[in-house]
């Protein structure tokens, strides 16, 4: 699993409140990455980071930041959160494996918002 | 713009038989991944497919690139019911060996194994 965790797994939140979402990373691992999953969209990229304090946008970052003031943490904030928001945020690190860097994925966080 | 189209978007198949999954995509890349999703899993790594021509195979599942035609394939023999799931195709924004890790999936094929 790349030693990836996500926190938290599930939230219920309502609109128009501030969330934030926190991925944590015990390899070391340089990339990291934020997306959403929804139905009929696959997965589309919020934001990436290729080092501390060095973020990018994706995407569909509009609505989203992030942050990462550390290697293992990357937080993604919500700052008032949307209905259209509602969605499962996967985070993701890339690593050298088979020839090429490939991106493996945290268990996933599942944001409702009412 | 970068585009990756996957089709089927829904496959139902009995056990045995053969079929193929199909992602195109519209602007060059150098690199082509496949992943599977177990239902409300998270995403696990199938291949990586880095050159044309490239064929990977892991047991039943085999997946194959052409560049010029911008179409991978995943193929599936002799089908079984635990490959039930939904397989994504994602490709890298880069080309020409400047990767950027920077992945755009596919929706998503829907994988139905009936026994």
């Known amino acids: 699993d790349a030693g990836i965790t996500q926190s938290p797994r599930h939230k219920v939140t309502e609109t128009g409140t501030p969330v934030t979402l926190r991925c944590h990373q015990t390899e070391n691992h340089r990339y990291m990455y934020w997306y959403r999953q929804d139905p009929g969209h696959g997965l589309r990229l919020i934001h990436y980071s290729y ?3 060095d973020t990018d946008k994706g995407e569909v970052s509009d609505g989203y930041s992030v942050s990462r003031s550390k290697t293992e943490d990357f ?28 991106q493996y994925f945290g268990p996933g966080t599942r944001l409702t918002v009412t | 713009e970068l585009k990756v189209e ?12 053969n079929y193929t999954i199909y992602c195109n995509y519209s602007t060059t890349s150098d690199r082509l991944y496949w992943y599977r999703q177990d239902p409300g899993k998270s995403l696990e790594s199938l291949f ?11 047991g039943r599942l085999m997946a194959s690139l052409d560049t ?27 080309n020409y060996g400047g990767a950027t890790n920077k992945l755009i999936f596919g929706t998503g094929t829907l994988l139905a194994v009936q026994p």
């Open chain 1, 51 to 53: 080092g501390v304090k």
């Open chain 1, 75 to 102: 937080l993604l904030t919500l700052e008032s959160a949307t209905s259209s928001q509602t969605s499962v945020y996967f985070c993701a690190i890339s690593q050298w494996m088979r020839g090429a860097y490939e």
């Open chain 2, 6 to 17: 996957q089709n089927p978007l829904f496959l139902s198949m009995q056990e045995g038989k």
């Open chain 2, 48 to 58: 990586v497919l880095l050159s044309n021509g490239a064929v990977k195979q892991e």
């Open chain 2, 68 to 94: 010029k035609a911008r179409l991978s394939t995943l193929h599936i023999t002799a089908a079984v019911h635990d490959l039930s799931a939904t397989y994504f195709c994602a490709v890298d924004k880069g």
